[in-house]
T-cell receptor, first 115, second 112 residues
Framework: ETGVTQTPRHLVMGMTNKKSLKCEQHLGHNAMYWYKQSAKKPLELMFVYNFKEQTENNSVPSRFSPECPNSSHLFLHLHTLQPEDSALYLC??????????????FGSGTRLTVV | GQNIDQPTEMTATEGAIVQINCTYQ??????LFWYQQHAGEAPTFLSYNVLDGLEEKGRFSSFLSRSKGYSYLLLKELQMKDSASYLC?????????????WGAGTKLIIKP
């Protein structure tokens, strides 16, 4: 399998649930990103990992917890979410951080609904 | 502050030409990207401009004017499959770090 794969594609969870989103890339990239995409709003960068180390955390609430066990896998652990957290969560990767000229490779996202 | 503006929605006819504009106010400008995103799918990279002028790639072209803080994506010979959202993003180099600032996207609807 090639590219960036995200699972699950859709997730409905209650505000007291704990769930995890998974991202996997088979491109040999060293940087991975979590983005939040809400309707009619710009993409919001949440976390950046470079060679498994977190290099950026854009003031994301602690109810979102990232994990990067290796350069190919990225998780986003979710707990006690709020309805306003409902959005499309996109994972992306690139060979290097810093928005390289050839762009990012994105996954198809997880559509999250918090009820 | 850093800001990117693009129209929320546009409609065009199959076979025609459409131009999607993007204006930006950013510090440390270091390149501009266009991405295409079909509904429910991943954004895919279309183009990158860092110097003024027009870059052509088949039916798609992207233009940049750094002095005006302005870019456009030109789509020719429109096909139904071009119905998608088009995202403009500016790379900014500030405090020794690159960051991407995204526009909210333009939803393009193609009619037969």
């Amino acid at each position: 399998e090639t590219g960036v794969t995200q699972t699950p594609r859709h997730l409905v969870m209650g505000m007291t649930n704990k769930k995890s989103l998974k991202c996997e890339q088979h491109l040999g990239h060293n940087a991975m990103y979590w983005y939040k995409q809400s309707a009619k709003k710009p993409l919001e960068l949440m976390f950046v990992y470079n060679f498994k180390e977190q290099t950026e955390n854009n003031s994301v609430p602690s109810r979102f917890s990232p994990e990067c066990p290796n350069s190919s896998h990225l998780f986003l652990h979710l707990h006690t979410l709020q309805p306003e957290d409902s959005a499309l969560y996109l994972c992306a990767s690139s060979q290097l951080t810093g928005a390289p000229n050839y762009g990012y490779t994105f996954g198809s996202g997880t559509r999250l609904t918090v009820v | 502050g850093q800001n990117i503006d693009q129209p929320t929605e546009m409609t065009a006819t199959e076979g025609a030409i459409v131009q999607i504009n993007c204006t930006y106010q950013t510090s440390g400008f270091n390149g501009l990207f266009w991405y295409q995103q079909h509904a429910g799918e991943a954004p895919t990279f279309l183009s990158y401009n860092v110097l003024d002028g027009l870059e052509e790639k088949g039916r798609f072209s992207s233009f940049l004017s750094r002095s005006k803080g302005y870019s456009y994506l030109l789509l020719k010979e429109l096909q139904m499959k071009d119905s998608a959202s088009y995202l403009c993003a500016v790379r900014s180099y500030v405090d020794s770090n690159y960051q991407l600032i995204w526009g909210a996207g333009t939803k393009l609807i193609i009619k037969p």
